[in-house]
């Protein structure tokens, strides 16, 4: 990389860059030659899960005594956009801010759940761990889930149905242990005025070894990009799990808002990721693509818009790097000044703004290509379509992201959803 395109290296520590460094040879070597065949074939290779496990992409935040890495949300970032910059499509990028952002949670409000094991696992690439929220009538609104759990015995009974929930088929077929989710339900039969004190968090496991978890039905979603990770339904008839596995207590939605900013700065990083490799793509393209005797790069049109989209990008790689290191101070160094709620506003902005970014970034750069660009033999489309699906509102829509910042902001009593 030319030095004058170093400058984000320069808000990062000595140990940042080293491991961005070795994250970039990773991507380089294992993910970036086979992507494309990953987005074709619909999955990740179960081995290349295992490698990223071996070279400590997963549990990254989480401590080492409770079976992560060690390491803190900015690195995680830092890894997912990297990631991203190898695999576009943002398969493998959702694969791993994933398995980063949930087992963070589940390590810090697991309690004494004892959950070492499936972080232990999810680190080592055996597992997967994800979040199960959303149902059909509308996922903005998690307040309403319709998801029933009921204690009975020491087991919450589950009844219900989510959608569009991600890792189903990596869960239930082709991991080595398996894996689950984070299941938000409402406690008790369905009232007619849910409220969040209702909801309950509850690790959900799929399948565990050769066995598949009674009382869950699954299926797969045909989606229309980043196929290289599954979406899927996930139908709980029945289902148990012992009550050890709820995380929070009364506090199950405020915790599960704590997992979402922080799985929204690590998305944030995936769009970041892609654009950087679109925007770089349109770097080559442009300055080798003449037409009427000129390269296209030649034209402010052209170039001007470049550098809008560049410093557009960065203002938002910006945001993250804020984020993280602002998730940081609050749950690795645990510093007393910093709330938990105090990451509303900054990961919503990122959230907000990395997706939409990646976006136009994207349609820019495939008009420059032009009609190659809507030929299957590019590769564009593909990243398009995977930042699609963030701008279209997997891990929370951009007037929900728009709402949080507005109500933090402005204040509660001015501001509903
Ligand atoms: C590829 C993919 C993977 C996903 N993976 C998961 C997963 O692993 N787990 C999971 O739980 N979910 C997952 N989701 C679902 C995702 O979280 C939801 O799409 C998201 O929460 C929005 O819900 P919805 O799609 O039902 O849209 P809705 O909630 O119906 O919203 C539709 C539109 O209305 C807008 N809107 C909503 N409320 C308001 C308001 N108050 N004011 C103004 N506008 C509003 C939204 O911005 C949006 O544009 C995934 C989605 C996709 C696309």
New binding site residues.
């Given amino acids: 990389m030319p030095m004058h395109l170093r400058y984000h290296d320069a808000l990062l520590s000595d140990e940042e860059r080293l491991f961005k460094s070795s994250v970039r040879e990773f991507a380089e070597r294992h993910i970036a030659p086979i992507w494309e065949k990953i987005d074709e074939a619909g999955s990740i290779p179960v081995d290349l899960i295992k490698r990223m496990g071996s070279q400590g992409l997963f549990a990254i935040p989480v401590e080492e005594e409770k079976g992560g890495v060690g390491g803190t949300v900015t690195m995680a970032a830092i890894a997912v956009e990297e990631v991203a910059y190898a695999d576009p499509s943002v398969a493998v990028a959702v694969y791993t801010l994933?398995n980063n952002g949930w087992p963070l949670l589940l390590s810090l409000y697991g309690g004494r759940g004892g959950f070492e094991w499936l972080v232990d696992e999810i680190a080592r690439g055996d597992s997967f761990l994800?979040?199960?929220?959303?149902e059909?009538h509308?996922?903005?609104?998690v307040a309403a889930v319709r998801t029933v759990a009921e204690e009975r015995d020491g087991m919450w009974d589950i009844n219900g149905e989510?959608t569009?929930?991600?890792?189903v088929i990596e869960v239930m077929e082709h991991l080595p242990k398996g894996g689950g989710?984070l299941l938000?339900a409402r406690k008790g039969a369905r009232n007619s005025s849910p409220s969040p004190r209702d909801l309950v968090l509850i690790l959900t496991i799929g399948r565990h070894g050769r066995e598949r978890a009674p009382g869950i039905e699954y299926s797969r979603l045909e989606?229309i990009g980043?196929h290289g990770i599954s979406?899927g339904i996930l139908r709980f008839n029945n289902h148990r799990e012992p009550v050890e596995h709820t995380l929070g207590g009364e506090n199950s939605f405020k915790i599960l808002l704590q997992g979402f900013n922080i799985a929204r700065i690590l998305v944030a990083a995936a769009n970041i990721g892609s654009a950087r490799w679109a925007l770089d793509q349109a770097l080559e393209w442009i300055k080798e693509r003449t037409v009427f005797g000129r390269p296209l790069a030649s034209r402010q049109s052209v170039a001007y818009t470049y550098a809008e989209l560049l410093a557009e990008l960065e203002s938002s790689r910006l945001l993250v790097l804020q984020a993280a290191r602002l998730a940081d101070k609050i749950y690795v160094e645990k510093d007393p000044l910093f709330k938990p709620k105090d990451l509303n506003i900054p990961s919503a902005m990122a959230k907000l703004k990395a997706p939409r970014t990646a976006l136009k970034v994207y349609e820019e750069v495939m008009k420059w290509h032009g009609a190659l660009s809507y030929m299957k033999e590019s590769k564009l489309h593909r990243g398009w379509l995977g930042v699609m699906?963030y701008n279209?509102?997997?891990?929370?829509?951009?007037?929900?992201m728009r709402?949080i910042v507005a109500r933090d902001t402005i204040g509660k009593e001015h501001i509903r959803?």
Avoid at 392 to 400: K, L, P, T
């Fill in positions: 994933l994800g979040i199960a929220s959303t059909s509308g996922g903005s609104d989510k569009y929930i991600s890792g989710w938000v989606t980043r979406t699906s279209v509102g997997a891990e929370g829509a951009e007037n929900i709402y959803p």
